[in-house]
């Protein structure tokens, strides 16, 4: 089983939608958060440790979360989708 944790800024929109469309496809096991302080569910360093694949949505999504949980991130996949908002 693959633990997919997807990553966007506010946890709206991009990542919550992810989320939902891949739970339970061929074994994967989905959450979703966001890197904002008003993100509906907030990243946090348990969320990375729960994951095994780390989807973020853009390329600042992925130099943020390097910046504030490098640490957390040794081993980790982490996957830039490049998805933009466009809303």
């Known amino acids: ?3 997919v944790l997807f990553v966007c800024s506010q ?3 991009r990542s919550p939608t992810a989320e939902q469309v891949f739970n339970g496809m061929g074994g994967v096991v989905t959450k979703s958060a966001g ?7 907030q990243l946090t360093g348990a969320l990375i ?18 910046k504030k949980y490098r640490s957390s ?8 989708l490049n998805i933009p908002d466009d809303i």
């Open 11 to 13: 946890n709206h929109l």
């Open 49 to 66: 440790g729960w994951a095994t694949l780390i989807v973020v949505m853009e390329k600042h999504h992925l130099n943020k979360l390097k």
């Open 73 to 80: 991130l040794v081993g980790k996949r982490v996957v830039c």
């Open 35 to 41: 890197l904002d302080i008003n993100a509906t569910t």
């Open 1 to 3: 089983m693959k633990n």
